[in-house]
Nanobody, 124 residues
Framework: VQLQASGGGLVQAGGSLRLSCAAS????????VAWFRQAPGKEREFVAVIRWSGGNIYYSDSVRGRFAIGKDNAKNTVYLQMNSLKPDDTAVYYC??????????????????WGQGTLVTVSS
């Protein structure tokens, strides 16, 4: 399956963006779809994940209450609604799929298929 991430851009602090991760070639069914981000000079960081079947959702502490992950079954797309953005949210955001167990859902190594990334820049 190929993943296409989109929706990044430049936004002022306090603003909002919605990222999309669309799959082509295969459904997300049976997989977990996660968002990670990587800021310049930093390691890739877990943001959020949703299990396509069952809908279990987990967030990192740094985005909980500001970001919301959701899915559109008909469009085979996962969204990341990002509100109250901060300059620290500036990063390239990647979506990824895999079949992690609960204890590994926040680990990038648990995901085998990655999209190309979309840049989010939050100005102060």
């Amino acid at each position: 399956v190929q993943l296409q991430a989109s929706g990044g851009g430049l936004v002022q602090a306090g603003g909002s963006l919605r990222l999309s991760c669309a799959a082509s070639g295969r459904s997300f069914s049976g997989y977990s779809v996660a968002w990670f981000r990587q800021a310049p000079g930093k390691e890739r960081e877990f943001v959020a994940v949703i299990r396509w079947s069952g809908g279990n959702i987990y967030y990192s502490d740094s985005v909980r209450g500001r970001f919301a992950i959701g899915k559109d079954n008909a469009k085979n797309t996962v969204y990341l609604q990002m509100n109250s953005l901060k300059p620290d949210d500036t990063a390239v955001y990647y979506c990824a799929t895999g079949r992690p167990i609960v204890s590994t859902m926040r680990m990038s190594s648990a995901y085998s298929n990655w999209g190309q990334g979309t840049l989010v820049t939050v100005s102060s």
